[in-house]
């Protein structure tokens, strides 16, 4: 089982060093410390297990050290910056595992540069040595890159060449989406096994400064110092813990404090519950501060990105996810005043933008989403957004013969309105009403509305609403349908649908770049027995099939 | 500009007819005078050196002497004589034609393994620029000024490469040699041996042992491969190369033999009173040097080695003479790896395995050296015997990198290193005990104390010859 949890004290690859207002992160990758055994991790070449210890670490600065306004990366290892991804890693994966291990190498790309660009901890990046391939592409993340120009140092994105794929964690994309290198240029770079060096990387803005060796430190710390300066984090705050979440794994169950996940095998589904607060929300951002990692918002955002995480990489069969909730949903209300009032409030913005990571992550999840909007439910705000991600939902209109409760609702709240954008800049339910601001503006004249099923099926925002005698036979042949499906065609279908609406460097990152390397990963000429990256490493060249496809 | 091409730059790749060549080699010329006044010997413009300068591949072409000022030594270009019909010699295209142009897809390989063993060439002059000073005899001083102008002419042979066949990139690399420095903290050379000083004259005669020979061995391999340009610029330099070990395996050997003197005559087995070097610190360095040259040959299992030999760039030590299939699909090879506190030998694909395979061959060849060096130290009648330690021993790269070794080859704990190393690499008292033996010594004929005269002079001269003129 692939645990997502970390702590810095047990990290084997990275160096978290703190100084003030300036954090280092330094890779310094241990050979022998791959998730799997099969594979040396040698010149800091990563696998799935380095980026879990990265990915903690990028989210422990933004919780646990408010003070920190910069974050360097820089390896430990000489004249290597980092390898990239570890290529034998990749030769003995599964199709499964490679994609699920680009998938989150990128979701942690992004959450860097959602770092830089929203929570005032800007990442610049020290390159001494080679970043080739993954090595770059982390780079790319930063918003600085600094390379030592010392006739030896490059930045290269050797996929093409060396190993017949792609540079598949945003290389492509950032190269003429971000840093607006020319497209021939970026070409001509992409071909070389190399890569650039000095001047001319700089010449062709593949790195933003270049500085001779011994004045690395001091380009570094210029850059960190005004990227602290720039930043709006407090000085004086006190970070608060992400204290170890509680989780109880079974052969057929996962439960939080808050998620709690049902694991059916034969339905190849996962019934993934979440539960509002049961208490009110403290009033104020003291309040929020100290209740810390147990605050809900904070607390359902680590479960359920957990969750997620957990059932991507562990439970591949279970094909489809049914999204449920239950609680009050003036508490959830409550819990999202409570971070909209204060969201000026360090910890309240990391929260928000925590959420919105999550939910992103449940975009771009692999599995059919079918939400279930029954008496009980607590589809409101927040919560609403899991029956926004889904792919259907369905709301009982009415109650259940012998069910006292009364009839299901959902609450739409601001939170629905742009906090938790998707990856295409705009909120669920924009993309949902895409170019019918009518009806985005109907709903929004419904906030804070308790909308039974059919006036919430007026507005538009739940697939269909059965009644209690159709309900059970229609839920469970939508769920028994999906299941009979082609997985890889229902994949390719649900990420077509889900993103509607503009492009932006996520969703190319995750639309275009990705489902080409998927494309490729496939590929004889990548996976084949002569194919580039089985072939790598034996010394055996790579024999391709040329005919253009 | 016009210049009499053979008579400055003796050549025999037709630089005189070559426009594109001459182009940049014309360019680069100022660059490399400026570095080799800059970088090169200290205070050396203005001596007659009796030098030996090659200015043809016929026989006896390569060996012309005569009083020299080294800042007008003729560098030439020198591809030794085409073999008719050559072919690839293994790899993927063993059997075909051999390529008189790069091959496309090759071209970052080949650029790469010129320029590693390019940037060694200039490397050496500039670790050993200040030796001239401590010379211990004018006879050892113009050797070192042979080795100095001999690599310059390395690589001169390797920018011939670069700007020939390797359009604007191959010019820059050629630009970027003369901007890394040994031991620049900025821009320092790209191989890490080659970025420590050499301080004193026994360090430079171990160097030209241990590290030249490693250089004859990559230049062999090199001299393998199916781009035939490289293949006939190394086998030249080689010729030039076997002087350099000689160089270091006579220097040890003269050492060597002045310590026994020395113990013999004052019948001490300490004999650093006398102002000679011990056998227990020339065991030392021995195996410091012979350790870090063992690190040049790169890890055992390597990828890139396997491609380029996969790709017919770079073969193993005489090729041409192993009797196997040349292409090692399925062959294996033996490679050490550590397991828990002990080294065992383990099969692996010959293919990735070509370094070690090399490493073994320079192993062996060292070997040789230390059996002339003992047979003095027997025939003086003292009981001692200078060993190469045992691979594992002070490793930086490979499987032994992380672990620490006596030199016979036991994995031993931090702390017992930490105990016992300065009893098996030089301590700082020992470094400062050779460096103050280190007096100039300029007088023809004589020689420092700590070491014996050669056997016999340069080029038929006698020992006594002024090999060098002060003006």
Redesign the interface.
């Known amino acids: 089982m692939i645990e997502f949890s970390r702590h810095p004290a047990s990290y084997r690859h990275w160096k978290l060093t703190i100084e003030g207002p300036v954090a280092t992160l330094a890779m310094d990758v241990r050979e022998d410390g791959g998730l799997f055994p099969g594979y040396t991790l040698k010149l800091n070449s990563y696998d799935l297990g380095v980026d879990i210890e990265l990915y903690d670490a990028v989210q422990r600065l933004r919780f646990e050290h408010p003070e920190v306004r910069a974050v360097v990366i820089a390896s430990n290892k000489e004249r290597v910056f980092c390898a990239g991804a570890n290529i034998a890693m990749l030769g003995q994966s599964s199709h499964q595992q490679k994609v699920d291990f680009c998938k989150f190498t990128n979701e942690t790309r992004n959450a860097i540069e959602d770092a830089s660009r929203h929570s005032g901890q800007s990442y610049l990046c020290a390159i001494e040595g080679t970043a080739s391939g993954g090595g770059y592409e982390l780079a790319l993340a930063t918003e600085h890159i600094i390379l030592v120009?010392?006739?030896?140092s490059a930045v290269s994105l050797p996929e093409v060449?060396l190993l017949g794929v792609l540079p598949g964690t945003g290389g492509l994309t950032r190269l003429v989406d971000k840093r607006r290198v020319r497209r021939d240029r970026a070409d001509f770079f992409c071909t070389?096994?190399?890569g650039i060096r000095g001047k001319r990387a700089l010449e062709w803005n593949l790195v933003d400064e270049i500085v001779?060796?011994?004045?690395l430190k001091d380009a570094v710390a210029r850059c960190a110092a005004a990227f602290a300066a720039r930043s709006d984090r407090p000085a004086d705050a006190e970070g608060i813990a992400l204290t170890p979440l509680t989780r109880a794994v079974t052969e057929d169950a996962i439960a939080y404090d808050h998620v709690t996940v049902a694991l059916d095998r034969v339905g190849a589904c996962a019934r993934i519950h979440v539960a509002a607060p049961e208490e009110p929300p403290p009033r104020d951002a003291a309040g929020i501060h100290a209740q810390g990692a147990a605050f809900w918002p904070l607390a359902v955002a680590r479960e359920l990105d957990d969750a997620i995480l957990h059932l991507r990489a562990n439970e591949p069969e279970l094909g489809t996810w049914i999204l449920t909730t239950g609680g009050a949903a003036e508490l959830v209300a409550a819990a999202d005043a409570a971070l909209m009032d204060n969201a000026d409030d360090w910890l309240a913005r990391e929260i928000t933008l925590y959420l919105k990571r999550v939910f992103k992550r449940l975009d771009v999840t692999s599995r059919s989403l079918i939400a279930l909007i029954e008496p009980g439910s607590c589809f409101a705000g927040t919560l609403l957004e899991l029956a926004l991600a889904a792919d259907r939902s369905y709301m009982l209109d009415g109650a259940f013969e012998g069910d006292s409760r009364p009839p299901a609702t959902l609450r739409p709240g601001p939170m629905n309105f742009g906090p938790l954008a998707m990856a295409n800049d705009l909120s669920r339910i924009e993309t949902r009403f895409l170019g019918e601001a009518d009806k985005v503006e109907a709903v929004r004249a419904a906030l804070g509305t308790d909308l039974d099923a059919q006036a919430a099926d007026d507005l538009g925002l739940v697939t269909f609403i059965p009644d209690d005698i159709d309900w059970h036979d229609e839920v469970r042949m939508a769920v028994e349908a999906r299941a009979s499906f082609s997985s890889d065609a229902l994949t390719g279908m649900e990420a077509n649908l889900r993103f509607a609406g503009p492009e932006t460097l996520e969703t190319k990152i995750f639309g275009r770049l990705s489902a080409w390397q998927n494309w490729i990963f496939q590929r004889p000429n990548a996976v084949g027995e002569e194919g580039a990256l089985t072939r790598?490493?034996?010394?055996?060249?790579a024999r391709f099939d040329k005919s253009r496809v | 500009m016009t210049i009499d091409y053979q008579e400055k730059i003796p050549n025999n790749v037709g630089l005189g007819e070559d426009r594109r060549l001459r182009r940049a080699l014309e360019r680069w010329l100022p660059g490399y005078q400026r570095w080799w006044r800059e970088f090169g010997p200290v205070d050396s413009e203005s001596l007659d050196v009796y030098l030996r300068t090659a200015i043809s591949v016929e026989a006896g072409g390569w060996a012309n002497y005569g009083y020299v000022r080294m800042p007008d030594y003729r560098w030439g270009i020198f591809l030794a004589h085409p073999e008719p019909d050559r072919r690839v010699g293994f790899g993927m295209h063993a059997g075909e034609p051999a390529w008189q142009e790069v091959p496309g897809e090759y071209r970052a390989e080949l650029r790469r393994l010129i320029v590693t063993q390019g940037d060694t060439e200039p490397a050496s002059v500039e670790q050993q620029r200040h030796l001239g000073k401590t010379c211990p005899s004018l006879y050892d001083l113009r050797n070192l000024f042979q080795v100095n102008v001999e690599e310059g002419r390395h690589l001169w042979a390797m920018v011939y490469l670069l700007h020939g066949f390797f359009g604007r990139d191959g010019r820059e690399e050629a630009e970027a040699m003369l901007e890394r420095h040994s031991g620049d903290p900025d821009r320092p050379r790209i191989l890490n041996a080659f970025n420590q000083e050499t301080p004193d004259w026994l360090s430079f005669f171990m160097f030209t042992y241990f590290t030249d020979r490693d250089g004859k061995y990559q230049l062999a391999s090199l001299a393998e491969s199916g781009f035939d340009p490289l293949s006939r610029t190394c086998r030249f330099m080689l010729t030039e190369e076997a002087h350099h070990m000689f160089v270091g395996e006579s220097g040890i050997r003269r050492i060597v033999q002045r310590a026994c003197e020395a113990m013999n005559e004052h019948k001490t087995g300490e004999p650093r009173a006398h102002g000679v070097i011990d056998l227990p610190t020339l065991q030392k360095y021995l195996n410091l040097h012979f350790s870090a040259s063992l690190d040049l040959f790169g890890q055992e299992l390597s990828t890139n080695a396997a491609n380029y030999y996969t790709m017919g760039l770079k073969g193993r030590f005489r090729e041409t003479r192993i009797d196997d299939d040349h292409r090692l699909a399925d062959a294996l090879y033996p490679v050490p790896e550590v397991r828990g506190d002990a080294a065992v030998m383990v099969e692996a694909p010959a293919l990735t395995a070509v370094n070690e395979r090399l490493r073994d061959d320079y192993v062996v060849d060292c070997q040789r050296g230390l059996g002339k060096w003992n047979r003095v130290i027997r025939d003086a009648g003292i009981d001692f015997e200078l060993r190469l330690p045992r691979r594992a021993f002070n490793r930086k790269i490979g499987a032994f990198a992380g672990i620490r070794s006596t030199p016979e080859g036991r994995i031993i704990t931090e702390g017992e290193w930490d105990r016992r190393q300065a009893g098996w690499l030089p301590s700082a008292e020992d470094q400062a005990y050779v460096q103050s033996l280190m007096a100039p010594v300029t007088e023809p004929g004589k020689m420092a104390n700590w070491i014996a005269a050669p056997a016999k002079g340069i080029d038929g001269k006698p020992i006594e010859f002024e090999y060098l003129r002060f003006d």
């Open positions: 120009d010392d006739g030896f060449a070389l096994s190399e001779p060796r011994s004045k790598f490493g034996s010394g055996q060249p």
